[in-house]
């Protein structure tokens, strides 16, 4: 077939995005991405973004994927779950963000002069 290149057209349809949401984290942003195979089923990426600089100053944007398929999901899900519940109750300093202001109110600071550092 002339004119006609297979991959181009998978590769076209595979970045086709059905839904996306973005979520930032701190120094990192989290893309779940819905996507779709040939055959029109969806599956899941999970694309880690972080910003790197250069010794000259330049950036680039450091990008680990993970592909999970519809028949993964629920396993992948409870895995998850049980992961990031054994970490919540057994990290002794764990800390809520929503918490963190209870904790240390932000109108509350010390003030310290740089006199008081020469001892």
Do not use: C, W
């Not at 996306?20 to 599956?43: H, P």
């Not at 999970?46 to 592909?67: A, L, M, N, P, Y």
């Amino acid at each position: 077939m002339e004119g006609f290149d297979k991959k181009d057209d998978f590769e076209k349809k595979e970045r086709e995005e059905i839904f996306s949401k973005a979520v930032r984290a701190g120094k990192r942003t989290y893309f779940f991405d819905v996507k779709a195979t040939r055959k029109n089923d969806f599956y899941l990426t999970i694309t880690e973004s972080k910003k790197r600089f250069e010794q000259d100053g330049r950036f680039h944007f450091e990008k680990h994927k993970v592909f999970l398929y519809k028949e993964d999901f629920e396993k992948f899900a409870d895995g998850l779950h049980e992961v990031i519940n054994f970490i919540k109750n057994n990290q002794p300093n764990l800390i809520d963000p929503e918490e963190l202001s209870e904790v240390v109110p932000t109108s509350e600071y010390t003030n310290v002069e740089f006199e008081d550092l020469n001892e």
